[in-house]
């Protein structure tokens, strides 16, 4: 199906892919839909998150007659774009040359054609028959929003048959590979990549002609911009074969080709859930207990031949009706602990396999339970993880959409300071945990490998701390949803790696916005696809200001910061029509509002009542008087200069 990029396809993303092509797989969406399903959302950027099959409607044989691909299977490329170098495309064909003896391909031969009493397995003869390049001959934009059809790949494959540069085989399989500066249908904002085939358009009314062909469509994620390669679970800072955008291509080609290999012809299902999902979607962005870690190189694989690396996700096997494959001898000691700290849930025959933990060298190193009924508090939920599993590096307890999950997580509390000493974190995400209340710990500053914070639509208030100085690694920040004041901490716009930043809805957050914000190019979006612009920042919704001469990413505003006002008309007194009577007559705005005064969300708009809680020295007077608008604007404008 479309490989949900982070996630395996949503009802909404299905329903946009309705109306260009409904039979194109769901195969790398960035959505899950069923209960424990991860939604990989790439603009939520929850790409540690997994795809938990253990509960979902298990894959079905629906058809006696619909076919699966028995026959030897010949792989046509086609590099689309001149953006292919050598060594590119030498990642991908090394790739390819091996699949067909991997661990992952001995799972897809157990599926079949036929009936269960005389099966005939799909292939394990998987080998490149053919290449073409193709330098963008339908532009760097295909099966766009304003296109007139949703066959621009399709075509691009026919058009190399008919120029004799690829044969026209009906036991092939098609790959269309995008490079780093195509952008295809909604592949920036919902899935990796899909699968169809010639068939299945004909049977929603595409007029192409000719055999019935198999393919798949999986572009370069760098070509979606600074958040593509999280998107699809790529590893961004180093990958098993130095190139992070081709290296994040193979997880979803291996993803495609399996279940085009079980389940060719969309429109006529042999393999599938209930739900339609198929074998690549159930175990999305698992990779098992085989995963390791390279310390040298510095990234995670879990398979290996002709010379190099990879790290691709398992494949759902129909005689375990679990995620395979599976390794007796590797399951970790630690699956126990993690039962026994969420008892309700199902771990399957191991822990790794099961889309509630992600593991490496033997030891759990990622745990998502989001949206799976969990309840407690969090300072004992967190207790239990810190003393059972000491590698771990991603913890996922929120929640997906509280619109449709149907096993809300309820977890309450406050944040404890005891995460501060997990300094070896890469992930949080407390999302949508409406019980969780108080503030972010100023000692958060200890997270130093912290790349994902997702602390959206929860209930946290206070400053925002600025503690995000020593995260050399930091990507996304989600904050949006609480009610957090004061000012934007400016250790957020000096990050050169951050590239996702949500304070939308926080009403109480207001000043100028930090200069910086280097990381984002100076984009407050990024590439657009058939939805729209992919968003990197949004800070509507708050009090927020752009100082004079802003050139960063505005994020959506547009109010600019009032002018500073000379410091002579800041020290100079409002003796005129003053009474003497005053308890103050002068109503200079002393030097010495500290910073939680002038940042405290009520100086700014706010009526003189509020303007005189909170200017410096609680000059009342002053806010009560002839002088209301002239207060509130240099009382705003004091404290934008001073603190």
């Known amino acids: 199906m479309l490989l949900n990029a982070l996630v395996t396809i949503t009802a909404t993303a299905v329903t946009v892919l309705a109306t260009k092509n409904p039979n194109q797989s769901n195969g790398s969406t960035f959505v899950t839909g069923g209960p424990g399903n991860d939604v990989r959302d790439r603009l939520d950027g929850d790409f540690f998150g997994l795809n938990n099959p253990a509960g979902a409607p298990v894959i079905l044989h629906k058809s006696n007659t619909a076919r699966s691909m028995t026959q030897p299977m010949n792989l046509y490329i086609i590099w689309y774009g001149s953006n292919w170098s050598a060594d590119s495309k030498s990642i991908v064909t090394d790739f390819l040359s091996g699949l067909g003896q991997s661990d992952f391909w001995s799972v897809e031969q157990k599926y079949y054609q036929g009936s269960a009493s005389k099966p005939v397995y799909v292939t394990g003869d998987v080998k490149i028959s053919g290449q073409y390049d193709d330098a963008y001959s339908l532009t760097k934009t295909l099966n766009s929003g304003s296109s007139g059809n949703f066959n621009d790949v ?84 180093n990958s098993p074969n130095g190139n992070p955008g081709v290296d994040a291509m193979l997880s979803p080609i291996a993803h495609e080709l399996a279940e085009g290999g079980s389940n060719p012809d969309t429109s006529r299902s042999a393999w599938n859930n209930a739900d339609g999902y198929e074998n690549g979607d159930n175990c999305a962005y698992i990779f098992g207990s085989k995963r390791k870690y390279d310390v040298t190189g510095g990234f995670y694989y879990n398979q290996e031949w002709n010379g190099r690396k990879y790290q691709i996700q398992q494949l759902w096997d129909p005689t375990t009706q679990l995620c395979g494959a599976y390794y007796p001898a590797l399951v970790s000691s630690e699956c126990d602990k993690l039962h026994a700290i969420f008892p309700s849930l199902n771990f399957g025959n ?15 190193d990622a745990i998502d339970v989001r949206a799976n009924g969990i309840s407690g508090d969090l300072t004992t939920i967190i207790g239990k993880i810190q003393s059972s599993l000491p590698n771990i590096k991603r913890i996922s307890l929120g929640n997906i959409d509280l619109t449709k999950d149907t096993k809300i997580n309820k977890i309450t509390g406050t944040i404890p300071t005891t995460l501060c000493s997990m300094t070896q974190l890469e992930a949080l995400n407390f999302a949508l945990l409406t019980g969780v209340t108080g503030s972010i710990p ?38 949006q949803g609480n009610k957090f004041t004061g000012a934007l901490p400016a250790s957020l716009g000096a990050s050169i790696t951050l590239s996702y930043l949500n304070v939308n809805g926080n009403a109480g957050l207001s000043g100028s916005v930090p200069s910086g914000f280097t990381g984002f190019k100076g984009l407050s979006v990024g590439p657009t696809d058939k939805n729209g612009a992919v968003q990197y920042c949004d800070f509507t919704k708050t009090a927020l200001c752009l100082p004079s001469g802003y050139s960063g990413p505005t994020c959506g505003l547009t109010s600019i910061c009032p002018k500073p006002v000379s410091s002579s008309t800041l020290s100079k007194s409002k003796t005129t029509s003053v009474p003497t009577t005053s308890a103050r007559a002068s109503t200079t705005i002393a030097p010495t509002c500290n910073h939680s005064e002038c940042t405290a969300g009520a100086l700014l708009n706010k009526s003189c009542s509020a303007c005189a809680t909170a200017v410096c020295n609680n000059d009342s007077y002053c806010c009560t008087n002839q002088w209301d608008s002239q207060c509130v604007s240099e009382v705003a404008t004091y404290c934008s200069i001073k603190c």
Do not use: W
């Not at 191991?350 to 030891?363: K, P």
């Not at 500053?445 to 959206?456: A, G, K, R």
């Open 154 to 237: 399709a075509t691009i494959i026919q058009n190399a048959v008919d120029s004799n540069n690829l044969p026209s085989d009906k036991y092939g399989f098609y790959l269309v590979l995008g490079d780093d500066q195509t952008v295809e249908g909604a592949s920036c904002s919902e899935y990796c990549g899909y699968h169809t085939s010639t068939l299945s358009d004909r049977d929603q009314g595409s007029t192409i002609a000719g055999d019935d062909l198999v393919y798949t469509y999986i572009g370069n994620p760098t070509a979606c911009g600074l958040n593509g390669i999280l998107g699809c679970g790529g590893q961004t800072f």
């Open 350 to 364: 191991d822990c790794c396999n099961s889309g509630y933990a992600d593991c490496a060298d033997g030891h759990i």
């Open 442 to 479: 100023s000692c958060f500053s200890s997270l130093v490998n912290l790349q994902i914070l997702s602390l959206n639509g929860a209930g946290l208030s206070g400053a925002i701390p600025d503690v995000f100085g020593g995260m050399t690694h930091l990507k996304r920040v989600k904050l």
